[in-house]
C-alpha cells in the first residue's frame, strides 16, 4: 500500500501515518480524588519530576468550586 493510499492523521498541524512516535507532550491538566496514589505513579513509577506546586484552596472565585474537595493541593511535573 502506497503513503498516498494509507490513512493519514492530523497531529497538530502535521500529517503523519500510523503508526508514528510521539516526541513530546504539551501541557495537560487532569483532577484526582487519590493524590497520594497519582503523585507515586507520575513521580516514582514515570519518572516525572515535580517542578512546582499550588494549593487551590488560595484562588479567588473557586471556593464554592471546592467546598467537598479535601485536598486542594496540585503539582506540576516536567520530564526530560
Not at 26 to 53: A, I, P, Q
Request: aromatic share 14%; net charge positive; proline share 4%.
Amino acid at each position: 500500500m502506497t503513503t498516498a493510499a494509507r490513512k493519514m492523521y492530523n497531529l497538530g498541524g502535521a500529517m503523519m501515518p500510523r503508526p508514528f512516535k510521539l516526541r513530546r507532550l504539551g501541557h495537560f491538566g487532569f483532577n484526582v480524588e487519590k493524590m497520594d496514589e497519582c503523585f507515586t505513579f507520575y513521580h516514582d513509577l514515570l519518572g516525572f519530576k515535580r517542578s512546582d506546586g499550588l494549593d487551590f484552596s488560595g484562588r479567588p472565585g473557586v471556593d464554592h468550586a471546592l467546598k467537598d474537595v479535601k485536598n486542594t493541593e496540585g503539582h506540576f511535573f516536567h520530564l526530560g
